[in-house]
């Protein structure tokens, strides 16, 4: 695994080289193994491969339980990759489904189109993206007759009320995710107090037309491999309908990135779902896709109780 992301490292440099640390990586592992043992595969006594995970309760908000298993928390040699994954997952799978597990997830290394592969002939497809690139200003036109500003604690009301579109947005077609609760206003006042925290809100003719948020430290959420010193990363994005196609979106995070630049932070992540055209397109324009979450919804599960 450590060589994977190392290999990744030369393609993205922007990373940092915490998970090229096999001691790093050893130490979480013993950690995962102690609260949910995983798998080996053996060849003639020679380790080739292994495969551990998370039981996650009420996973993603759909009240299903679900077994994640990390970018780190799995590898297999490149020679026969395919095979060894099958192995892996073939007894994960019966370990799963006794834990009474209803979705089982995996996170891939972008780069390793093997491990992609391998995943995919198992049923997996692909649900979240994430991505990263460097703390550097776009090359962008402002929308004319467009402000961007820092927000401020005056714009607690705003912001609620920009998230609860927001938040809409992801119950309907083609995204159908599981219900999201929007922030209230005072929580965004908040939010926005906190350092490195920050809200960039975007006006057109004084009215309200889209924001984008970060956060950073043990907040940060996403990957482990982007949880690293000098991050930043964005938790939320929205421009209202209307104003889609004018760069608004590409403004707002052109202003931030200047910022952030000033504070002297090198690195700008984001995750985002595959199935959100609107995401896809735009995020895959700035940034640099380093992780590929997977996700496999059994048609049916004769978990403990249902047995």
């Known amino acids: 695994f450590c060589k994977e992301v190392d290999l990744l490292r030369q393609q993205v440099p922007v990373l ?28 003639q006594e020679e380790l080739v491969g292994y495969l551990g995970w998370w039981l996650v309760d009420n996973f993603r908000g759909t009240g299903r339980r ?7 928390a799995h590898g297999a040699y490149r020679d026969h990759k395919q095979h060894i994954y099958q192995a892996l997952y073939r007894a994960a ?17 972008a780069h390793d189109h093997a491990a992609e592969k391998a995943w995919f002939w198992q049923g997996f497809g692909l649900a979240v993206i994430d991505a990263v690139r460097a703390v550097q200003p776009l090359d962008v ?45 005072v929580v965004w006042q908040q939010f926005s107090m906190q350092t490195p925290n920050g809200v960039w809100l975007a006006f057109a003719d004084r009215q309200p037309v889209g924001f984008i948020s970060f956060v950073g ?14 991050v930043i990363g964005i938790n939320g994005a929205y421009v209202r309908p209307a104003y889609r ?27 985002f779902e595959s199935f959100n055209p609107e995401a896809a397109i735009f995020w895959t324009r700035y940034f640099t896709p380093v992780c590929l979450s997977l996700l496999r919804v059994p048609e049916w599960l004769a978990t403990p109780h249902q047995a």
């Not at 679900?66 to 780190?72: D, F, K, M, R, V």
């Not at 929308?143 to 009320?161: C, H, S």
């Not at 077609?173 to 922030?183: G, K, L, Q, T």
């Not at 196609?245 to 995750?271: E, F, P």
Request: hydrophobic share 45%; proline share 4%.
């Open 245 to 271: 196609g004018r760069g608004v979106a590409a403004a707002l995070l052109d202003a931030a990135l200047r910022a952030y630049a000033a504070l002297g932070m090198t690195g700008c992540a984001v995750n």
């Open 16 to 43: 940092s080289n915490m998970l090229v640390d096999c001691a790093t990586v050893t130490a979480w592992l013993e950690e995962m193994a102690a609260r949910s043992p995983g798998f080996m595969a053996l060849d």
């Open 66 to 72: 679900g077994a994640y298993c990390p970018e780190w």
């Open 217 to 230: 430290g043990d907040e940060l959420d996403g990957i482990d491999l982007l949880r690293m010193d000098g």
């Open 93 to 109: 799978a019966t370990a799963w489904q006794e834990a009474g597990c209803q979705v089982h997830a995996i996170t891939l290394l």
């Open 141 to 185: 036109t402002y929308p004319a007759g467009m402000t961007i500003r820092p927000a401020t604690e005056v714009d607690g009301a705003t912001l609620e009320t920009l998230d609860a579109e927001h938040t809409a947005h992801y119950v309907q077609s083609p995204i159908f995710m599981a219900p999201r609760r929007s922030c209230k206003a």
